[in-house]
């Protein structure tokens, strides 16, 4: 008994008779006619009526008794030939924040994917919490934040750091004069990057009023920089990409800056066969990207 006698029984069965099965399988008549009668010899017991003049095979009892275990001897070839796509690709799941995922990241994923075609790669977006218990739970292999917490089975370490750049419109007031007293609340178009942030900002702009917009990501930033006083303090990678897709905003650095946002690495502490080795593979990339990168510094020079 063989898998392709299974498949023309299954088949049969499907398609009403042995002509319209041999067919859809790709086979003579004469061939699946005579993996049947093969499959009946070696079962010894005879599967389908065979009456002439009748076009819609019925099955007999035995028939009828043996289509479940075909369907499972068929379900259990199709897991076992899985097997092999298994052996050759790799899956490596990482979780970031969505500035990492969205302004970092992006050229890395793609430079990757193309490089390493035997390792798929599922990327999520959570904010740090989410990431931590991916992490802990090792729903996800790797894991990219800026804010750390404490789980007794992940380790971190510091991956790069950017500083905080201004970022307005050259035909602002603010660009003509560069004075901070054109930087008007009303303007601003403010994200939360952390409590550090927080406490810098509410001192370097005490009179800080009723803002334009908080945003709750990165990427909701660059659609609320419309007018041409609206103006934000952001990482210097993510002005960057605003710059490229708008030539009339400009960035500088800001004279008594904010602290600079650090990028952490996470991973379990007893990684999961096979993770390790692709987890380095794709570290050397984010690392060889960040050293080619302005503006990032790299923190973990391995």
Known sequence: MNIEEIETFLAVVEYGNVLRA?????????????RIMNLERKLGVILLERQKGVRKTVLTSEGESFLPIAQQWAALWSDAQKLKERQTYKELRISASDL??????????????????????????????EIHQQ?????MDLGFVFVLHDYPNVISFPLYEEDMVLVFHKDSRFSETKEKEFLKAE???YAFWSEAFNLW??????????????????????????EKEDWTILPLSIAQNFIKKNNQLDYQFISSPPPKRT???????????????NA?????????YIRESTGLTLLDNK
């Open 100 to 129: 990492i995922s969205s302004f970092v990241f992006e050229d890395v994923y793609r430079k990757f994917i193309k490089k390493h075609s035997t390792i798929f790669l599922t990327l999520q977006t959570e904010h740090a919490t």
């Open 22 to 34: 041999a067919e859809h399988i790709y086979i003579g008549h004469g061939t699946a006619s005579t």
């Open 201 to 226: 900002h509410n001192y370097y702009f005490p009179y800080a009023g009723r803002k334009k917009v908080i945003v709750g990501t990165a990427a909701m930033i660059y659609n609320f920089l419309e």
């Open 187 to 189: 303007h601003e178009v």
């Open 135 to 139: 992490i802990e739970t090792q729903k």
């Open 263 to 277: 990028a952490y690495v996470l991973a379990h502490k007893f990684p999961k066969p096979g993770t390790k080795k």
């Open 280 to 288: 380095k593979l794709f570290l050397d990339e984010v690392r060889t």
